[in-house]
Every structure is written in structure tokens, then in C-alpha cells.
Nanobody
Framework: QVQLVESGGGLVQAGDSLRLSCAAS????????MGWFRQAPGREREFVAA????????RYADSVKGRFTISRLNARNTVYLQMNSLRPEDTAVYYC?????????????????WGQGTQVTVSS
């Protein structure tokens, strides 16, 4: 059974930084791309960032490019999202998900399982 546990969210001010972590189990982590998505109140879930299984390829939503960095540590079955220069519009529940392949796709339909998410709130 695949389990994903996101952590690291919180309430911060605009301009601050947070690092999210996602610990995965029940899957061959090193063979799966990993993605981060987010969902703000009243909005659909949207792509944030993805990383290929071997960390060769990373992709970002335009809205976070240059501010967020995705990384992974396969030895710990963990993927991270370093978020810098946070803005109020980054406020959302953030989810990690394993991909169906090794490639870092943007489309959420390329991802199979979802954790409970971690809340990020950025005040102005």
C-alpha cells in the first residue's frame, strides 16, 4: 500500500521560506518520478513541480519558477520542495504524488496516489 506523508507546511509571511518534505513508502521510490501539486480554496489542484526518478529532469509551473526547487533523496524515499520568496498566492494545501513512470510530467493524470497534504499559508 502506497503511503505519502507530507510535512513542513505552516503560516509564514510574504518573502519567507519553507521546505516541504514528503516521505513515501509502499512503492519503488527510485523508479518513480515525483510531483508536487497544490490546491487553493475554491480552485482546482494545479501542478507545482516534478522531478524524474534519477533527478536528471525537473519541471516547474511558471508561477513558481525561480522561487521553488524540487529535489529528492532516493536513499530516504523522500522528495522535497524548497519554497523561497513566498507570496500570498502560494497559499494552498500542497500534495506530493508518485508518477506512473520515471518521467517528470506536469499532468496530474500521470500520478497515481495522493497524500493528505500539508497546509501552506502566506500572509501579506
Amino acid at each position: 500500500q502506497v503511503q505519502l506523508v507530507e510535512s513542513g507546511g505552516g503560516l509564514v509571511q510574504a518573502g519567507d521560506s519553507l521546505r516541504l518534505s514528503c516521505a513515501a513508502s509502499g512503492l519503488t521510490f527510485s523508479r518513480s518520478a515525483m510531483g508536487w501539486f497544490r490546491q487553493a480554496p475554491g480552485r482546482e489542484r494545479e501542478f507545482v513541480a516534478a522531478i524524474s526518478s534519477g533527478s536528471i529532469v525537473t519541471r516547474y509551473a511558471d508561477s513558481v519558477k525561480g522561487r521553488f526547487t524540487i529535489s529528492r533523496l532516493n536513499a530516504r524515499n523522500t522528495v522535497y520542495l524548497q519554497m523561497n520568496s513566498l507570496r500570498p498566492e502560494d497559499t494552498a494545501v500542497y500534495y506530493c504524488a508518485p508518477g506512473r513512470s520515471t518521467d517528470a510530467y506536469r499532468d496530474e493524470y500521470e500520478y497515481d496516489y495522493w497524500g493528505q497534504g500539508t497546509q501552506v499559508t502566506v500572509s501579506s
